[in-house]
């Protein structure tokens, strides 16, 4: 079982819908999460961080639950721009490797 | 420079052959991370520096595979003895300390071994 899992997609989504992403993680010891975006032959990117408490970033909205040991991502109003892939990242703490999903694609389609 | 550097971008290796990957990171950052990315598939942590100490490598998947950075700054990744399952591309990282939040990636190298 890997240690990040998320569903592969593709979401395919009109502009303007919402979207929803999900991820479970095993290791229960983990100490840091976010969301990565990653677009076509590029590298990826920290999207947001995402705490227990849940957090916004505009249209982005992340949430973690600790005791379920799952974490979720929300956009709204999607854009075109918003198509990529994006990677559910878990943190085992210490020195901090970035431990990664497989990654979910999205395409925004007019 | 302003990011993280990687070369070459692309790389081609007949089966067998031995392949040095470089990554220059951003001046001042201690922690530096090299990850193989497959296609389809996220990234996967490879080794670990801390200024010039190797300090983790328990993701290098066998012993044809060695990373070193001598002086705390370049790193370099070397494959030898190429085979087909070592294409991929290959993703430097670092970070001015440990915070998993304040990483940089470079573009990347990606390899195909033919």
């Known amino acids: 079982r890997k240690e990040v899992e998320q569903d592969p997609g593709p979401f395919n989504v009109p502009e303007g819908a919402t979207v929803a992403f999900n991820c479970t993680y095993s290791n229960s010891a983990s100490q840091s999460f976010f969301w990565y975006r990653q677009d076509c032959r590029k590298e990826p990117k920290l999207l947001m961080s995402?705490?227990?408490s849940g957090n916004e970033d505009g249209r982005f909205t992340a949430q973690l639950n600790r005791a379920s040991q799952y974490i979720s991502l929300l956009i709204r109003d999607s854009k075109l721009s918003d198509s990529a892939t994006y990677l559910c990242v878990v943190s085992p703490g210490g020195y901090n490797k970035l431990i990664f999903g497989a990654g979910t694609r999205l395409a925004v389609h007019p | 420079g302003a990011g993280v550097s990687q070369s070459p971008r692309y790389k081609v290796a007949k089966r067998g052959q031995d392949v040095a990957l470089r990554c220059d990171p951003i001046?001042?950052?201690?922690?530096l991370f090299w990850y193989q990315q497959a296609l389809g598939q996220g990234p996967e942590f490879l080794t670990y520096?801390?200024?010039?100490?190797?300090?983790?490598k328990s993701g290098l998947p066998s012993d044809r595979f060695f990373a070193e950075r001598p002086e705390g700054s370049v790193s370099t990744l070397k494959i030898q003895r190429t085979q087909q399952e070592d294409s991929a591309v290959y993703l430097c990282?670092?970070?001015?300390?440990?915070?998993?939040?304040?990483?940089?990636f470079g573009s990347g190298t990606r390899l195909t071994v033919v």
């Open positions: 990282a670092s970070s001015l300390r440990d915070r998993a939040d304040g990483y940089t």
């Open positions: 001046s001042g950052h201690v922690s």
């Open positions: 520096f801390q200024n010039e100490a190797q300090l983790d």
């Open positions: 995402v705490y227990s």
